[in-house]
């Protein structure tokens, strides 16, 4: 069965830098399209971006472009979603969800960044 | 900072049915056939009960329904069993040429009686 396996839970400081994986299995990686959607703290979901593995084409939303990069590695049938600069607005939920229909169906569990000095 | 409008809270009691509204615009709801419905228990991710406007992935039950009125999509849930009782986020694509764009609503929280 589909299945996306994220990585845990970060704590960063301000300023710095993370790399969330999203490792996927149980169908064709390099056929359906991988987005990302952060949830803030008691708020409501926000859509930042998302990859097609198969000819690592990423499309990021205008309002939080260049504050982070969508990438994927075939091989080990990963999606990355990695965030710089972090500020404390930054803390979220990342969810990373493959394809369905074009909308993000099959979703990852989840990996909390938190960003605290 | 959510794109479209929901109602905060609505409630009905076991086999009532409960509508949520999801208000956008021309550039969102209103200019595309491309909405869809989350529904999403506390702790867990988010799951696609409806998508463009008023289709069901498999295994969601038909007593969810989706449809649209120019910039307004609606989520009905008929029978409303107390498994139902979760938040629900409507999404809508709202690219432009340039940008790819998907905006989600506010939120609305459901309440089994």
């Known amino acids: 069965q589909v299945q996306l396996v994220q990585s845990g839970a970060e704590v960063k400081r301000p300023g710095a830098s993370v790399k969330v994986s999203c490792k996927a299995s149980?169908?064709?990686?390099?056929?359906?399209?991988v987005h990302w959607v952060r949830q803030a703290p008691g708020q409501s979901l926000e859509w930042m971006g998302w990859i097609h593995p198969g000819n690592g084409n990423a499309k990021y939303s205008q309002k939080l472009q260049g504050t982070f990069t969508i990438t994927r590695d075939t091989s080990a049938s990963t999606v990355y979603l990695e965030l710089s600069s972090l500020r404390s607005e930054d803390t979220a939920v990342y969810y990373c969800?493959?394809?369905?229909?074009?909308?993000?169906?099959?979703w990852g569990q989840g990996t909390l960044v938190t960003v605290s000095s | 900072q959510s794109d479209l409008t929901q109602p905060r809270s609505v409630s009905g009691s076991p086999g009532q049915s409960v509508t949520i509204s999801c208000t956008g615009t021309?550039?969102?709801?209103?200019?595309?056939?491309?909405v869809s419905w989350y529904q999403q228990h506390p702790g867990t991710a988010p799951k696609l009960m409806i998508y463009?406007?008023?289709k069901r992935p498999s295994g969601v039950p038909d007593r969810f329904s989706g449809s649209k009125s120019g910039n307004t999509a609606s989520l009905t849930i008929s029978g409303l069993q107390a498994e139902d009782e979760a938040d629900y986020y409507c999404c809508s694509y709202a690219g432009t040429y340039t940008f790819d764009n998907y905006a989600f609503g506010t939120g609305t929280k459901v309440t089994v009686l």
């Open positions: 149980g169908y064709s990686f390099t056929s359906y399209g």
């Open positions: 021309t550039s969102d709801v209103g200019g595309y056939n491309y």
């Open positions: 463009d406007v008023g």
């Open positions: 969800a493959r394809q369905s229909g074009g909308w993000p169906g099959w």
